[in-house]
């Protein structure tokens, strides 16, 4: 009994699909295929996307991910197509879309795009995630896959465009020689910021994150963002720069951020009247350095009397630290400058300050002697 009646439901599906039953089965049976495909389709894939979850597969898992809704719409678009065509030719004896097959195809293009775009995004995200865990400073290049990603998959879909729509690659390129001549003149520095962002992301002068600092421009900050175009700098008083990517082939930039070590340099002034103690004071900032576990050895230091100042005896030393942060940087400091601070107290040395000695001479002893001179 069953099984009599599955085979009956088979023929009156069979005939919707001939026709027999009328233009109006045959939209329902296009409206139920559709909808159990996507039911069925749905549950599979999100079977798929537990599966690889699971078994940590995330680029198989982003595959499945970008699928579904490229596809699934455009089955929907292909439906509506067919059933828009249906009722046109049946009850109005007119055909709405003259070609139909090339409409499918441009639908079809601009739907592996739109899953192109999403796997690409789902991708990048995940190796974004996965950089700023392990190593930040790979941001960069996973900038430069998704920007060149994204040029390939534009690149790909006007060639599949053209090829859907019975043109070939000889109309594109007649197009750019006539309009490509035009737009070269009246674009030169938006070429120019173009070649110089591909040539950051080539040679890595700096990358996001970076703090920079470009001298002919006055500019100092953290690398934000580096576009094809522009290059985003954050200053430290929080103003954003952007910055043409042009003139980067044409300035000096200099990276702090890629110092192997930081130079501490001061000049110490002590009083004239504490020279009985230089060299004493000298000896003891060297053993002070020596066994400063912030100063890197290989890289040598000094401290030597220098010159003779105006009010003070002047001492420099210079000495280097592997920490290269500014907040670091100016610990280590703080404590060096404190550490020689000790030294002088311990000497009973003082630093010195500007100050001017006026020497007096009592007016009657002048007077005096200039009468004994004259008397002579």
């Known amino acids: 009994m069953i099984w009599d009646q599955l ?70 678009f292909f439906a509506a197509i067919e059933s828009i065509d249906f009722i046109t030719h049946h009850m109005f004896k007119i055909t709405v879309f003259s070609n139909k097959q090339m409409l499918l195809g441009v639908a079809l293009v601009f739907s592996f795009i739109w899953f192109a775009f999403r796997w690409k995004n789902e991708i990048i995200s995940i190796k974004s995630l996965e950089k700023t865990r392990n190593n930040p400073a790979d941001l960069t290049r996973v900038d430069v896959v998704d920007k060149l990603a994204t040029v390939l998959i534009l690149i790909i879909a006007v060639m599949m465009l053209l090829e859907v729509t019975g043109n070939n690659l000889n109309t594109l390129i007649a197009f750019g020689g006539i309009s490509g001549l035009a737009l070269a003149f009246a674009s030169q520095e938006v070429i120019a910021s173009f070649f110089g962002g591909l040539m950051v992301y080539l040679t890595h002068p700096f990358i996001i ?81 020596e066994a400063s576990p912030d100063i890197d050895p290989d890289m040598g230091y000094s401290v030597n009397f220098t010159a003779f100042g105006e009010y003070s005896l002047d001492i420099l030393f210079c000495a280097y630290t592997s920490e290269t942060t500014t907040n670091g940087f100016n610990r280590i400091k703080e404590g060096l400058l404190f550490s020689i601070i000790e030294i002088l107290q311990a000497h009973n040395a003082e630093l010195a300050f500007p100050t001017r000695c006026i020497e007096t001479i009592s007016t009657a002893g002048l007077i005096e002697s200039r009468l004994n001179a004259d008397m002579a």
């Open 209 to 289: 994150g970076d703090w920079i600092i470009l001298p002919e421009r006055s500019i100092e900050g953290h690398v934000e963002e580096i576009g094809w175009y522009t290059t985003k700098v954050r200053t430290f008083d929080k103003r954003p720069i952007y910055v043409p990517n042009s003139i980067f082939s044409k300035i000096v930039v200099i990276n702090p951020s890629r110092m192997s070590h930081r130079q501490v340099k001061e000049t110490i002034g002590i009083r004239y009247r504490d020279v009985a103690e230089l060299k004493g004071i000298i000896s003891d900032i060297r053993t002070m350095l």
């Open 7 to 76: 085979k009956d439901c088979c023929g009156i599906v069979t005939e919707s699909l001939d026709g027999r039953f009328g233009w109006f089965w045959d939209i329902t049976t296009i409206s139920i295929i559709v909808l159990l495909f996507n039911f069925i389709f749905k549950r599979v894939l999100l079977l798929l996307v537990n599966y690889f979850k699971a078994n940590n597969q995330p680029w198989k898992q982003s595959l499945v991910t970008a699928l579904y809704h490229p596809l699934s719409y455009y089955i929907w």
